[in-house]
């Protein structure tokens, strides 16, 4: 299939498709399929949150100006680099073989994401308190564009506070699912110790 009409259908599918955190069948199955849903519904919320921030941005890049007009104008910004970000994201994870390997690889895969999500959610404050200094210079005595500095600033404090949000979020999801499989890896790794012994 085309790859852009698989990005295209994955953002009208993925919102609707239920997560099914409570289901059980087979735990490590049960957490493979769990892992890569919670990351599909995170990359639809990113991509559609890129998408109307591209679309609103244009939009209102038409109809206002000042601070609104450098606020939209951050956001198209903001969108464009978010939409990057969840296609090469999906393209990365999907097209990579998550039942490769033994199950051990696949609970690392899942530990792996989880520091990126948390490593995100500093990024995301570190935005949330860039922006917060960009509208404080807006308000410096002399300063060139004040309109400019207050609106990128007030864009990005949305922004950042959207995506921290969002990751704390599915970072929420992944420990939960996590924590569902958890029993089974000890397990796992108590049958290895028995193992080797």
């Known amino acids: 299939m ?16 239920p997560l099914h955190l409570d ?24 991509g559609w949150w890129s998408i109307l921030n591209i679309l609103g941005s244009v939009a209102a890049l038409m109809w206002f100006s000042g601070t609104t007009y450098y606020f939209f104008m951050m956001g198209l910004v903001w ?18 073989k998550f039942r490769k390997g033994d199950s051990f690889e696949r609970f690392e895969a899942q530990r792996h994401v989880e520091k990126l999500l948390f490593l995100n959610i500093g990024v995301d404050s570190a ?18 564009d004040p309109e400019l500095w207050l609106g990128f600033g007030w864009s990005v404090v949305v922004q950042g506070l959207f995506l921290l949000v969002q990751d704390i979020a599915f970072y929420r999801l992944h420990r939960r699912n ?14 290895g110790k028995s193992l080797r012994n």
């Open 23 to 46: 289901e059980k069948h087979d735990e490590l199955s049960d957490f493979d399929l769990r892992f890569r849903l919670i990351l599909r519904k995170h990359l639809t919320v990113l």
């Open 79 to 96: 969108g464009g680099i978010n939409f990057a970000v969840a296609i090469g994201v999906f393209n990365h994870t999907f097209y990579r």
């Open 2 to 17: 085309n790859l852009k009409l698989q990005h295209a259908r994955f953002l009208f599918t993925e919102l609707q498709r």
């Open 178 to 191: 996590f924590r569902k499989a958890q029993p089974f890896l000890e397990v796992l790794l108590g049958a």
């Open 127 to 144: 935005y949330l308190f860039a922006g917060l200094l960009l509208r404080e210079h807006s308000f410096v005595e002399g300063v060139k």
